[in-house]
T-cell receptor, first 108, second 115 residues
């Protein structure tokens, strides 16, 4: 059974700083997703990572995938307040298995 | 492309009543998922369909829950004899499996409050 673990679960950052969210998964996942969720809202797709070594970047966010280590990372560069949200790492075996999410708060 | 549409967006019901949620996926998306999310938690898988076939059901889906996708387009999720523990946001998502990037798109969710 696929399990997805994220850390940290809570992250308070200052604007302008860099940080990385880690996602470990327990068994083979045919792809790895990152989603963003704002309070009371639905889920916004950020990245889909398909293969080992995949790296994708969008603005201040960069995601990577190491299938051998069963590890994905979401790196935040020069954080801004608008990035405050909950970020989910999601594995896939047909259905989607979500991590618990990382609640990010970016403070001035 | 109007996105994944869910209805109703909010529902308040008395314990013991039945409720039904509807999901209209993105046109030509043949895979459709249902998830449940409670406050402060990540979404939990309930079930998914490939066209009209229900391919997998979670252990969370008790016999009070039933989902259908009769013609492979829209889907309904019915909860019978609701309990307070059913209060949650019910999320629907759709995708084209193995499509380019294979992004899975989520609807805005249907909030259920059982009083």
């Amino acid at each position: 059974e696929l399990k997805v673990e994220q850390n940290p679960l809570f992250l308070s950052m200052q604007e302008g700083k860099n940080y990385t969210i880690y996602c470990n998964y327990s068994t083979t996942s045919d792809r790895l997703y990152w989603y963003r969720q704002d309070p009371g809202k639905s889920l916004e797709s950020l990245f889909v990572l398909l293969s080992n070594g995949a790296v994708k970047q969008e603005g201040r966010l960069m995601a990577s995938l190491d299938t051998k280590a069963r590890l994905s990372t979401l790196h935040i560069t020069a954080a801004v307040h608008d990035l405050s949200a909950t970020y989910f790492c999601v594995g896939s075996q047909g259905n989607l298995i979500f991590g618990k999410g990382t609640k990010l708060s970016v403070k001035p | 492309d109007t996105g994944v549409s869910q209805d109703p967006r909010h529902k308040i019901t008395k314990r013991g009543q039945n409720v039904t949620f509807r999901c209209d996926p993105i046109s030509e998306h043949n895979r459709l998922y249902w998830y449940r999310q409670t406050l402060g938690q990540g979404p939990e898988f309930l079930t998914y369909f490939q066209n009209e076939a229900q391919l997998e059901k979670s252990r969370l889906l008790s016999d009070r829950f039933s989902a259908e996708r009769p013609k492979g387009s829209f889907s309904t999720l019915e909860i019978q004899r609701t309990e307070q523990g059913d209060s949650a946001m019910y999320l629907c998502a759709s995708s084209v499996p193995r499509g380019p990037g294979n992004t899975i798109y989520f609807g805005e969710g249907s909030w259920l409050t059982v009083v």
